[in-house]
């Protein structure tokens, strides 16, 4: 009798056929209709993610790619046209899908229902679709941030009261860095992975599985230009930075792009308040819950101010700005001591660093 076959796929052909679908099964242990739900509905971001990069790869050679649209967000931010392009795309890939009955989007004033989905769906999209978009006419990287939650209650509420709850409640969170490669950073709540697009195969291909933040990092991320603005606690950081070797300055200007050097080398990144926004800029639903979610799994933290976790964080309306430190545990700590202690002339000192 014929021995039956048995395959000898390489570690490289294993890896290279492992697809975020398989990779979100494999998380859950299960083929079971719940986490088929959550696997489509990763693909169907993945999707989304695939038609935006195509587009901005061809925005200098296409009409109505680059620019603004002339009206302005309910945060009274002027539209560019590739956030109304790239919220469409995600409206349009959740459309008849049953997979998700809610939308709440940075680029929509209130909740969108895709009411078809809602009698075979809880499930609410929460996302950014272009994070960044300053940085879309110079061709530099931007992204986009989503978050998944589970409607509480009462299903037919239509209110959106039970997304009004912290971030802990958020089932899943990720991002998509469009950069010179388009990379697809998500987790369940089991690790973080990141993925690649592979554009020959049109799929995104396991890079990097449970990835951890290092516990330091040389890099600290912020917008210096609004150091006038700040409270004491911040300038004193940021003039102990100046003052200190061991640190590089690294600011893109997309959250995303920032937030994923920190992930993957670690450091620091803030977005304070500021006499004009005293919340801050970044947007808690869809912006800073996502990203803490995503950094409490690899290791690190995310703060609102002293001892204050973004997750725990309850609120207002969907629309609602937080202030956001997030990055490595030392060095979110770092720049904890100084909103402990605001007249602190002495700072813990990392044991990475030196004066001069
Ligand atoms: P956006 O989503 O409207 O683009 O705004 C969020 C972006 C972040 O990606 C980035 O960190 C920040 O705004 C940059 O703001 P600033 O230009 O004030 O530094
Ligand atoms: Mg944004």
Redesign the pocket.
């Known amino acids: 009798m014929a021995d039956s076959y048995q395959p000898e796929a390489s570690e490289t052909l294993g890896r290279d056929s492992m697809t975020l679908t398989q990779h979100v099964l494999r998380q859950l242990d299960s083929f079971g209709p719940d986490a088929q739900d959550l696997s489509a509905i990763m693909n169907r971001i993945a999707f989304a993610a695939k038609l935006v990069s195509r587009r901005l790869t061809r925005a200098g050679l296409v009409e109505d790619a680059l620019g603004f649209t002339g009206r302005k967000n309910v945060q009274g931010e002027s539209v560019k046209k590739m956030d109304m392009y790239a919220n469409d795309v995600f409206i349009s890939v959740f459309q008849q899908s049953g997979l998700v009955c809610r939308l709440v989007s ?1 680029e929509m004033d209130d909740i969108f229902h895709l009411t078809e989905s809602c009698s075979t769906s809880r499930y609410t999209l929460l996302y ?1 679709p ?4 300053s940085n879309v006419d110079i061709n530099l990287n931007v ?1 986009s ?1 989503f978050a998944l939650r589970c409607q509480q209650g009462d299903n037919t509420d239509q209110s959106g009261a039970d997304l009004l709850t912290p971030g802990h409640q958020q089932l899943a969170a990720g991002y998509i860095l469009y950069g010179p490669s388009t990379v697809f950073v998500y987790s369940l709540g089991k690790g973080v992975h990141s993925f690649t697009l592979d554009p020959s195969l049109g799929e995104f291909i396991l890079a990097s599985e449970n990835i951890q933040i290092p516990q330091h990092g040389s890099n600290y991320s912020v917008n210096e230009g609004n150091f006038w603005q700040w409270e004491d606690p911040f300038r004193d950081y940021i003039r102990y930075m100046h003052r200190h070797e061991g640190y590089s300055s690294r600011y893109s200007g ?3 792009g920032d937030f994923h050097r920190i992930l993957m080398q670690g450091g620091v990144f803030l977005y304070p308040g500021t006499i004009k926004q005293p919340q801050g800029k ?2 808690l639903l ?2 800073s819950a996502p990203l803490a979610f995503l950094a409490a799994q690899a290791g690190g933290r995310a703060i609102v101010g002293d001892r204050q976790p973004v997750l725990d964080l309850q609120p207002d309306h969907i629309h609602m700005r937080t202030p956001l430190i997030i990055g490595s545990t030392e060095d979110v700590a770092l720049v904890e001591s100084f909103l402990q202690e605001r007249s602190l002339e002495q700072p813990p000192i990392p044991a990475s660093s030196s004066s001069v």
């Open positions: 940075e950014d272009i994070d960044g978009s992204g941030i997309a959250l995303v970044l947007r869809y912006e």
